[in-house]
């Protein structure tokens, strides 16, 4: 029988696990679940004779890949695939796949969340300020950064996006303002909400040199991941700007320096951005159906290692 081995060290919700386990059980299909391991090694035995594999944040290294004997499919049940040995899946002949737009309303209203607690000083009591009429900077338009606008259209932003992805065409027709440079983007936003991927391109890309163009007030809130940043360069920034302010869902290395900036820094202890029912069971079941058609009907749409 077909074995689907869910390894979730973050679990999904109830209902998302009930509803893999019903998908997977009408194909004729058997579900193993791994939930809250703290060891890869338990990783490494479960996958040993999984035929497909769903993961979230979990990492599919090569020693995974390489211990899964009859993995045929690793499906990321959410949008960045990081967390995948790319090449060594690709050696072995396996299909990775993410699931697109699942869980990106979830991850930007946790950006709002966010972008409210920071400029209400993070709930010190203190007085704060609004975001009605200030410029918010998206840094990438996938499926995130185009919810993120749609949301601050409703609190009445000025929005600027950055993507040398996406045609200034197609983001002007959202009715935001495209820009041409990634300089352009920090120069003008007060706020610039990060939704790139961590590629080997963008790894460290947020640097002090980019960080200190921002105006004065200057806020940069933390989706995507952590590897993103340049620490050193965040450090230096909290030392030499005292309006800057630093809110993540992906707590940095250098996070216990960090806290010394107090009411400035902010991290989520895990993240959080699709840690919703709602997101948990649109990614969840998009990765149990895409695993049922790769199976029934050879179908790999999705596929991310071509
Ligand atoms: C993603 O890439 O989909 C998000 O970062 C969510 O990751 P998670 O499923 O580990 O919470």
């Known amino acids: 029988m077909t074995k689907i081995l869910v390894a979730t060290e973050k679990p999904f919700a109830a209902a998302a696990v009930d509803g893999i386990k019903k998908i997977f059980t009408e194909a004729g299909f058997e579900t193993v679940l791994l939930e809250k391991y703290s060891d890869s090694n338990d990783l490494i035995k479960a996958v040993s004779d999984a035929d497909a594999l769903i993961i979230r944040s979990d990492k599919a290294t090569r020693q995974v890949i390489e211990a899964g004997k009859n993995l045929k499919i690793i499906v990321?049940?959410?949008?960045?695939?990081?967390?995948?040995?790319?090449?060594?899946?690709?050696?072995?002949?396996?299909?990775?796949?993410n699931t697109p737009g699942q869980n990106s309303n979830a991850v930007a209203e946790l950006t709002f969340g966010m972008l409210v607690f920071m400029a209400r000083s993070n709930f010190n009591?203190?007085?704060?300020?609004?975001?009605?009429?200030?410029?918010?900077?998206?840094?990438a338009y996938g499926n995130v950064g185009k919810n993120v606008a749609?949301?601050?259209?409703?609190?009445?932003?000025?929005?600027?996006?950055?993507?040398?992805?996406?045609?200034?065409?197609?983001i002007e027709k959202d009715g935001v303002n495209a820009v041409d440079t990634v300089e352009e983007l920090y120069s003008t936003c007060q706020y610039i909400s990060l939704?790139?991927?961590?590629?080997?391109?963008?790894?460290?890309?947020?640097?002090?040199?980019?960080?200190?163009?921002?105006p004065k007030g200057a806020a940069v809130i933390n989706t995507a991941r952590k590897e993103v940043i340049d620490e050193e360069g965040l450090k230096n920034m909290f030392a030499a700007r005292a309006d800057f302010k630093y809110v993540s869902d992906i707590m940095p290395?250098?996070?216990?320096?960090?806290?010394?900036?107090?009411?400035?820094?902010f991290s989520t202890p895990k993240k959080q951005g699709a840690e919703t029912s709602e997101a948990n069971i649109n990614a969840g079941l998009a990765a149990a159906n895409q695993i049922v058609k790769f199976f029934k009907n050879g179908d790999k749409t999705f596929q991310v290692n071509k």
């Open 76 to 97: 990321r049940a959410g949008a960045g695939y990081d967390n995948i040995d790319l090449a060594a899946a690709s050696e072995k002949g396996i299909t990775a796949m």
């Open 125 to 139: 009591g203190g007085s704060g300020t609004e975001l009605k009429g200030k410029k918010l900077g998206i840094h």
């Open 150 to 170: 749609r949301i601050a259209k409703g609190f009445d932003m000025s929005v600027y996006v950055f993507d040398p992805f996406v045609t200034k065409e197609t």
């Open 195 to 214: 939704n790139i991927p961590a590629t080997e391109k963008t790894k460290k890309s947020i640097n002090f040199e980019l960080l200190s163009k921002m």
């Open 253 to 265: 290395d250098n996070h216990s320096e960090l806290l010394q900036f107090e009411n400035r820094y």
